[in-house]
């Protein structure tokens, strides 16, 4: 267990601004508070709050998060007051326990609707505050750390609803690195035999693999080397839950299954991004098709990262990801890595604003729907669909996933203009409203007063937001269920 004065020394290292006598006092409250209880592991309870406060400054999170991170589960088990807490540590430390004692209240039974339905009442009750989630998070990963001491059933149960909604969430907040943690922690207890089976032969690949990227990436740093563009290589390896997955989709054994090496390319400014791609491309085959620039248009989860595969000479194929050690950052802490405006020792990020964006859009979304299942089906679309960036005839982007219609699009913009909407002319050409839209499209849609929404609409719309107005404004006027 990291000890009060480790973790006070770690959060300084990145806060030499911030007095950290908070966090001290909030790990001496939780050890009062908490000091007749222990973990089902019979570990003090304060192993708990001190590794969740840990992982919050692995994520470099700010002040109120860490001392939120320590007193989380006060409220909840122990005689502590939400007045005791406000007067002890203030408005804001206080409402994020808060947050997070509300989400812990709301229980989980069954794996489908009503699970949704809690989870979409906890984010919009939480929205307001992104860091009652990262708290929650990191409270997530401990319990999945240390979940073998619970009961079978118990533990099971835990596993499915991170699977199903932590993981995912992570995902979406950009914390891959932890998005991958709870998978494998969450695939190790749902199937624990195919775990065992894949772990054991990942493990037996190891050795030859680890050699064949060995050599792949002496022979990149080598042409790397002649430039002065500052690079570190590191190498990727898959996860377990990745690698079972691929099975299942690709029904193929564990033999079959393409062990693609994976390399990353780290430097310091976009402009060496796109150079270290040059080099990388003028040395090496590229594979065709392979080549991807999230960083002139990122994902929505912020994702940002230039994506290709070589062939190196032994004729592996080398998967290469080149981005910044700014990049880097996010990619692994997403969200949490924008966080730290907070603290005032730093600029505020100018980007911010716009990378908060997106998330108060899908909180937006979410008000709009109406059954648990709409919003299951929702989370999962915006989740796994691609997507393609289409513009109005002034120039505004709109992002969609792959596959969406002109309709998609007309609600995108506004309501109005989707209720209203009669035709879209894309690229000057006019199209039919299930036109699959393309990233580079101008889409101009045709709206007409008086004109309304129609039931097959439904079929044409993809996106949950479209679909979600469509259905809404049906139900209104009793024309569907
Ligand atoms: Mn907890």
């Known amino acids: 267990m990291t000890s009060r004065r480790d973790l006070i020394s770690r959060f300084s290292a990145y806060s030499p601004h911030v007095d950290p006598l908070p966090i001290e006092l909030a790990w001496d409250f939780a050890e009062k508070a908490h000091a007749r209880q222990s973990r089902a592991s019979g570990d003090p309870y304060i192993t708990h709050c001190a590794a969740v406060a840990e992982s919050l400054v692995d994520w470099r999170m700010d002040l109120p998060s860490v001392c939120a991170g320590l007193l989380h589960d006060t409220i909840e088990d122990t005689a502590t007051t939400e007045a005791q807490l406000r007067a002890e540590f203030g408005e804001e430390i206080a409402m994020l326990v808060l947050g997070v004692t509300k989400i812990d209240a709301l229980k989980f039974e069954s794996r489908d609707d009503a699970q949704a339905e809690n989870w979409r009442k906890m984010l919009l009750a939480t929205a307001k505050d992104i860091r009652v989630i990262v708290v929650k ?86 042409v790397l080397s002649g430039g002065d563009i500052p690079c570190r290589i590191l190498a990727r390896t898959k996860t377990l839950w990745s690698i079972y997955k691929k099975m299942e989709r690709q029904k193929k054994p564990f033999e079959e299954i393409q062990d693609a090496l994976g390399v990353r390319l780290i430097t310091d400014t976009v402009a060496n991004c796109y150079a270290l791609l040059g080099i990388v491309h003028t040395h090496f085959r590229p594979v065709p098709g392979t080549f991807t620039d999230y960083i002139s248009t990122p994902k929505l989860n912020l994702y940002r990262s230039l994506h290709t595969t070589i062939l ?43 990378k908060m964006n997106w998330l108060r859009q899908w909180m937006e979304w979410l008000q709009d729907l109406n059954s648990p299942r709409e919003f299951l089906d929702s989370l999962k679309t915006d989740l796994e669909f691609h997507q393609v960036f289409v513009f109005t ?13 002109p309709l998609d699009f007309a609600y995108a913009v506004h ?34 007063k008086g004109s309304t929404p129609k039931k097959d609409w439904l079929t044409l719309a993809r996106t949950a937001r479209a679909r979600s107005k469509i259905r809404h404004w049906l139900r209104e006027r009793g024309l569907i269920e």
């Not at 199903?164 to 199937?191: N, T, V």
């Not at 005839?393 to 219609?405: I, M, S």
Request: net charge neutral; proline share 3%; with cysteine.
């Open 137 to 222: 998070l990191a409270d997530r990963l401990h319990n999945m750390k240390t979940l073998t001491y619970l009961r079978p059933d118990k533990r099971e149960r835990i596993a499915a609803e991170t699977m199903a909604l932590y993981a995912p969430l992570s995902h979406r907040l950009g914390m891959f690195k932890l998005k991958s943690e709870l998978e494998d922690l969450s695939f190790s207890y749902l199937h624990p035999a195919e775990f065992a089976e894949i772990k054991s032969k990942v493990d037996a690949r190891l050795a030859q693999s680890e050699k064949r990227l060995e050599a792949a990436r002496a022979e990149i740093e080598k």
């Open 312 to 354: 190196s000479a032994a004729g592996d194929a080398v998967e290469i990801q080149i981005r910044t050690e700014e990049m880097h950052r996010s990619s692994e802490y997403g969200i949490a890595a924008h966080w730290r405006y907070k603290t005032g020792e730093q600029a505020k990020d100018a980007n911010l604003e716009e």
């Open 393 to 405: 005839p002034a120039g505004e982007v709109k992002v969609l996933p792959e596959g969406a219609t």
């Open 415 to 448: 309501t109005q203009v989707g209720e209203a909407c009669v035709g879209a002319v894309v690229n000057n050409k006019m199209v039919k409203l299930d036109h699959p839209l393309k990233s580079g499209d101008i889409c101009r849609i045709v709206t007409r």
